[in-house]
């Protein structure tokens, strides 16, 4: 069975750090892109940032340009994403997702096939 987990998510003051980690199992993730998109109470589920398959390119959404870096780690068939200089509006439930393509990744929800549950992170003082 096809499974992601998040893990990582907290509270954190402003200007803190956080990694979160999303696990595969089932599967490996050489041949799929990740992404990390996030949702805050009463908006729409957004792209946060995604790794390609083939190359390890990467995409950031403006908001979070300078800030945070995706990772992968295929020997531990895990994706990570380090954020720091967090922001109150950075609060939000992170998902992982997945998407099997040989390619660039996109920063689009609907491209992607399996989603973890999903971490909560809040930034606060």
């Known amino acids: 069975q096809l499974q992601l987990v998040e893990s990582g998510g907290g509270l954190v003051q402003p200007g803190g750090s956080l990694r979160l980690s999303c696990a595969a199992s089932?599967?490996?993730?050489?041949?799929?892109?990740i992404g990390w998109f996030r949702q805050a109470p009463g908006k729409e589920r957004g792209g946060v940032s995604c790794?390609?398959?083939?190359?390890?390119?990467?995409a950031y959404a403006d908001s979070v340009k300078g800030r945070f870096t995706i990772s992968r780690d295929n020997a531990k068939n895990t994706v990570y994403l380090q954020m720091t200089s967090l922001k109150p509006e950075d609060t939000a439930v992170y998902y992982c997702a997945a998407q099997r393509v040989f390619g660039s990744c996109v920063l689009r929800k609907y491209a992607y096939d399996y989603w973890g549950q999903g971490t909560q992170v809040t930034v606060s003082s």
């Open positions: 790794i390609s398959s083939s190359d390890d390119r990467t």
């Open positions: 089932g599967f490996t993730l050489d041949y799929y892109a």
